[in-house]
């Protein structure tokens, strides 16, 4: 069977349950004590191992069949969770990542040292640092009470004729506690019937998602090695009806018949002390929580995996729907025809409902970009020797692929120089006064028409006076320039290549390169970056990004008969001047404006276009932000805001050409350009 159609699927699926396999291995790190992490984990590594076999991806399945037995002998108490068990788990966590990111490429990677590794692990032979928390106390103390009394389990168990373990013992015992019914499923195969194992795996990762699996018979790695004859025996628990089981698992091919047969709805007669106690923590936990029950299971997401090129395609498309959409609204105004106006305004709701849908579409959860943080941050405090407590808000917050997919390096440069120059080492934290671990907190929220992400730490800041010193010494500036900065300047001096205020240069940063990286790639996408600092205190970079890049609203204005279009994420206001007003000041035009001193820059001369003859007494100032300082542009008249479709300059020669981020389509056919404050003054 050629499975090379399946990849794709295979490789998207697999990303999810790695995800996942990630979050829960970060939890149990920070809480040995909670075995739901393992059982998570166990559930991940499964199915992932069953999607590896089937696809015939044998070295993936090899290692996630090594990691569950490693992990069962955790849930069976035969191992407890270490600082080394969590460094092994994620050492073959990250072996995973590899190992899907190749299955294109067919290219083999060694995991021969790392399943001796694994093996020495469950030997108890490897040299671990424990943790001061352990989960041997507590999971031997159940398995104790449910040796005491058996008998219920085997008494309704019996009929079918298969041995539990204590500990499946209690999988039952917990699984009919939260409401469950226990399944005896049996699986007949057609005579036909050629890859048993496949199919064995397939009914598996169909009765994952629809329960907690409790025994096989035979075993698992018995159905792998195909050691059965046409039939086997699933007990899992589950809330789902015989009659969904059974039409969810017929669909699978070569599936001559399933048969599902309720052993037990109800909780097992246990000892009487027992069941009080499930139901004095049962009644503890309600009062304590919110009523949600912590969802252990990979999310199953409700949409259609849509190609990127195919989204742009479709914005494009829509793009140039609305562009005529304005061309023929112009035409019936200048006819002035009302029948015609009519049916455009229906063309006009039903283009901006087309346009709001697949810009929808297009928006994903900026989470896809920030789950990834938190075991770089631990990985790179684990490096550096620091506490660091990551906190992270906003996820939900939604942005155009575009956009995230762009944002991602710069972000991971900006928490990478928050802990390694900001955080100051545990020494010199505890003579502060400070915590001892660290904060750095990663925000997203919404504003207006755009999204601010924050990237803070509580660290030892930035010093104006320091920062001005470092660009003395490297020639960017004269002694004399340098006073002359103000504190917010000086700060944006971090912006210029080659500039760096680390006193010592490490593997991670403080080479000079980087920062400037990360202005040039958000200003790029129409954003802005804006940066705070209190030395001794902390600092906060804001970065401040467009929902999409595909459409924008825009203020129109002109000079010297062309329109341009300035981005409103741009304009803080437009005012009006007397000409008589303007001053200099070192041979610069500026104006008073409520109350500060505004710099003017005439967009005649910026652009070389031809001015007008007469001077006029009254100017037109369109006030724009750069860098956290106002400027006013002097233009010839408004034309008013307009939503306006971007389309790049492709073109070798003006694709670098600085000062414009792009061309738009008017309604009256011409061409008018975009302007990119960030590299246009």
């Known amino acids: 069977m050629d499975m090379s159609e399946y990849k794709e699927i295979f490789k998207a699926e697999s990303e999810e349950h790695l995800q996942q396999l990630n979050d829960s291995l970060l939890g149990l790190e920070q809480n040995p004590n909670d075995l739901e992490y393992i059982t998570t984990m166990f559930r991940s590594a499964h199915t992932l191992k069953g999607m590896s076999a089937t696809m015939g991806f044998s070295t993936i399945a090899e290692l996630t069949h090594e990691m569950e037995n490693l992990m069962d002998m955790v849930r069976k108490s035969q191992i407890a969770v270490s600082n080394g068990l969590i460094d092994i788990l994620f050492e073959c966590l990250d072996t995973l990542e590899a190992l899907v990111e190749t299955v294109d490429s067919g290219e083999q990677v060694d995991i021969c040292s790392l399943q001796t590794t694994l093996l020495k692990a469950m030997e108890g032979t490897l040299p671990v640092k424990e943790n001061t928390c352990s989960v041997t106390q507590s999971s031997s103390t159940i398995e104790h009470e449910l040796s005491a009394d058996p008998e219920p389990v085997e008494d309704i168990i019996s009929e079918i004729g298969i041995e539990l373990s204590d500990n499946e013992k209690h999988a039952i015992q917990s699984a009919t506690n939260d409401g469950n019914r226990i399944v005896s499923l049996k699986v007949l195969l057609d005579e036909s019937c050629v890859l048993k194992s496949a199919r064995s795996t397939l009914v598996l990762i169909n009765v994952t998602k629809m329960g907690e699996i409790i025994k096989c018979e035979p075993s698992e790695a018995e159905l792998e090695d195909e050691k059965f004859d046409l039939e086997f025996t699933v007990i899992f628990a589950t809330k789902n009806a015989d009659e969904e089981i059974s039409g969810t698992l017929k669909k699978i091919s070569?599936?001559?018949?399933?048969?599902?047969?309720?052993?037990?709805?109800?909780?097992?007669?246990?000892?009487?002390?027992?069941?009080?106690?499930?139901?004095?923590?049962?009644?503890?936990?309600?009062?304590?929580?919110?009523?949600?029950?912590?969802?252990?299971?990979?999310?199953?997401?409700?949409?259609?995996?849509?190609?990127?090129?195919?989204?742009?395609?479709?914005?494009?498309?829509?793009?140039?729907?609305?562009?005529?959409?304005?061309?023929?609204?112009?035409?019936?105004?200048?006819?002035?025809?009302?029948?015609?106006?009519?049916?455009?305004?229906?063309?006009?709701?039903?283009?901006?409902?087309?346009?709001?849908?697949?810009?929808?579409?297009?928006?994903v959860p900026i989470d896809q970009i920030f789950s990834r943080f938190p075991r770089m941050i631990r990985d790179l405090a684990k490096s550096e020797g620091k506490q660091i407590n990551l906190i992270i808000e906003g996820k939900e917050i939604e942005l155009d692929r575009t956009v995230l997919d762009e944002i991602g390096d710069p972000l991971v440069h900006l928490l990478r120089n928050a802990v390694d120059h900001g955080i100051e080492p545990e020494e010199d934290r505890k003579q502060l006064g400070k915590p001892v671990a660290g904060m750095v907190r990663l925000a997203a929220s919404r504003q207006r028409n755009s999204v601010l992400i924050e990237v803070e730490d509580d660290g030892k800041g930035m010093d104006p006076a320091h920062l001005r010193e470092v660009a003395v010494k490297k020639g960017i500036m004269s002694k004399e320039e340098a006073d002359k900065l103000s504190d917010t300047d000086a700060l944006n001096l971090i912006f210029m290549s080659g500039f760096s205020g680390a006193k010592v240069v490490t593997d991670i940063s403080g080479r000079g390169v980087g920062m400037d990286a990360v202005k040039t790639k958000i200003e790029s996408l129409g954003g802005s970056v804006k940066i705070t600092s209190v030395s001794g205190q902390g600092s906060i970079m804001k970065l401040q990004l467009p929902l999409t890049v595909a459409i924008i609203q825009s203020l129109m204005v002109t000079v010297a008969d062309e329109t341009y279009a300035i981005p409103l994420g741009n304009v803080i206001r437009d005012v009006g001047i007397k000409a008589s007003d303007i001053k200099s000041i070192e041979g610069k035009e500026v104006i008073m404006l409520r109350g500060e001193v505004l710099p003017l820059l005439r967009l005649h001369d910026i652009l070389d276009c031809p001015k007008e003859k007469e001077d006029k007494k009254n100017l037109i100032v369109v006030v724009v932000e750069k860098m956290g300082n106002n400027i006013g542009l002097v233009v010839d008249d408004l034309l008013g805001q307009q939503e306006v479709i971007i389309k790049t300059l492709d073109n070798k020669i003006l694709r670098n050409m600085r000062g414009f981020a792009g061309a738009t389509i008017l309604g009256n056919g011409n061409v008018a350009l975009i302007l990119d404050i960030a590299t246009l003054i």
């Not at 009062?287 to 949600?292: E, I, L, R, Y």
């Open 254 to 363: 070569e599936i001559k018949d399933v048969i599902p047969t309720t052993i037990s709805d109800t909780s097992f007669p246990a000892d009487k002390e027992m069941q009080d106690t499930n139901e004095a923590e049962s009644e503890v936990q309600q009062q304590n929580s919110t009523g949600v029950k912590r969802s252990d299971a990979v999310k199953s997401i409700q949409s259609v995996r849509v190609n990127i090129e195919r989204l742009d395609n479709l914005m494009n498309l829509v793009g140039e729907l609305i562009i005529n959409k304005i061309r023929l609204n112009q035409l019936a105004s200048d006819l002035n025809a009302k029948d015609l106006d009519e049916s455009l305004a229906n063309l006009d709701r039903l283009t901006n409902e087309i346009q709001t849908e697949v810009m929808e579409s297009r928006m």
